[in-house]
C-alpha cells in the first residue's frame, strides 16, 4: 500500500460529525501533514474519502478542492460539526481522537 493509500484509508473511517487534523492523519499513515494534504488534493473519491473532514491543526479550514472553503464549511455543518467561528471547527466537540 502506498502513502496515498494509507491516507485514503485513515480518512475514510472518520464518521460524519467528526473531523481530523492534517497532523492526526499523517501520524496514523507515517507521513507529514503536506503530503496528507497533496493527497486530499489528488483525491478522486471524495464520496467515500470524505477529505472535507480533514482541517488544520488548530481547527481551521483549508482549501478545499471540490468546492472551496465555504462549500466545505457547508457540507460539515451539514454532517453536525460545530464551529467556534466562521472557518474555526470546536475541536473539543468534533475531533475524532
Known amino acids: ?3 496515498f493509500q494509507k491516507i ?3 480518512v475514510s473511517k472518520i464518521p460524519k460529525g467528526k473531523i481530523m487534523t ?3 492523519v499523517a501520524k496514523i499513515a507515517k507521513t507529514t501533514p503536506r503530503v496528507v494534504g497533496f ?3 489528488a483525491n478522486k473519491d471524495p464520496q467515500h474519502i470524505p ?3 480533514v482541517v488544520s491543526s488548530k481547527g481551521e479550514l ?3 478542492a471540490f468546492g472551496g472553503i465555504k462549500r466545505k464549511k457547508e457540507i460539515l455543518e ?3 460539526v460545530q464551529f467556534i467561528n466562521n472557518q474555526t471547527v470546536n475541536l ?3 475531533l475524532l481522537i
Open 1 to 3: 500500500m502506498n502513502t
Open 8 to 10: 485514503y484509508t485513515v
Open 22 to 24: 492534517y497532523g492526526q
Open 39 to 41: 493527497a486530499l488534493r
Open 51 to 53: 477529505c472535507h473532514r
Open 62 to 64: 483549508t482549501g478545499y
Open 78 to 80: 451539514k454532517e453536525g
Open 92 to 94: 473539543k466537540e468534533s
